[in-house]
Each structure stands twice: as structure tokens, then as C-alpha cells.
Nanobody, 122 residues
Framework: QVQPVESGGGLVQTGGSLRLSCAAS????????MGWFRQPPGKEREFVTA????????DYAESVKGRFTISRDNAKNTVYLQMNSLNPEDTAVYYC???????????????WGQGTQVTVSS
């Protein structure tokens, strides 16, 4: 069992960058794929990116490819999301997720963080 806790959200201007972190408690962190989802205002939660247990594979939504990078440090039980070239369409609550089923989807996630707000101003 893991309990993800996100940090690093905030307000940024268009074209700026942010790095989100997700620290997960529990001794089984490296047995989970980790991912990030987001929920824009008034919309459903959507997949952003995921990384396999030891970081050998990453997947990205088309809308963030080339701008966002996911990484993880199993020694620190932490997963990161580096977000560059942000635009107002990236405004959302970002959720860290842990799961063992692939591909990672909203329905397949086992554990969710509480979310962190990212707001991109135009």
C-alpha cells in the first residue's frame, strides 16, 4: 500500500515551468507504476503521464508530449512531473496516482493523492 502526497503546484504565466513532486509513503513504492492525471475546471479527470516501476518506460498524453517529463526516484519514494511551456489549457488539479495494472487509466488506479492546483495565466 502507498499513499501519494503531491506538492509543487501554483500559479505560473504562459510559457513558464513548474515541477510537481509526489512523495509516497509505504515500503512497496517500487512495486507500483506511478502516474499523473489532471482535472480541468468543469471537466473529467484525464490521463497525463505514467512511468513503470523501475522507470524503463514512460507514456504521455498527446497534449503534453515534448513539454512534460515524468521521472521517479525509488530510493526517495518520489515521482516528479516537470512541466515546461505551460499554457492556460494546462490549468487543472493534478493528481498523483499509483497502480499495478496497465495501461494506467482512471479506473485502474489503486491509490490517489489529494491533488495540487496548477494555474496558468495568459
Amino acid at each position: 500500500q502507498v499513499q501519494p502526497v503531491e506538492s509543487g503546484g501554483g500559479l505560473v504565466q504562459t510559457g513558464g515551468s513548474l515541477r510537481l513532486s509526489c512523495a509516497a509513503s509505504g515500503r512497496t513504492f517500487s512495486s507500483y507504476d506511478m502516474g499523473w492525471f489532471r482535472q480541468p475546471p468543469g471537466k473529467e479527470r484525464e490521463f497525463v503521464t505514467a512511468i513503470t516501476r523501475y522507470g524503463s518506460r514512460t507514456d504521455y498524453a498527446e497534449s503534453v508530449k515534448g513539454r512534460f517529463t515524468i521521472s521517479r526516484d525509488n530510493a526517495k519514494n518520489t515521482v516528479y512531473l516537470q512541466m515546461n511551456s505551460l499554457n492556460p489549457e494546462d490549468t487543472a488539479v493534478y493528481y498523483c496516482a499509483a497502480g499495478r495494472r496497465r495501461p494506467m487509466t482512471v479506473r485502474s488506479v489503486d491509490y490517489w493523492g489529494q491533488g495540487t492546483q496548477v494555474t496558468v495565466s495568459s
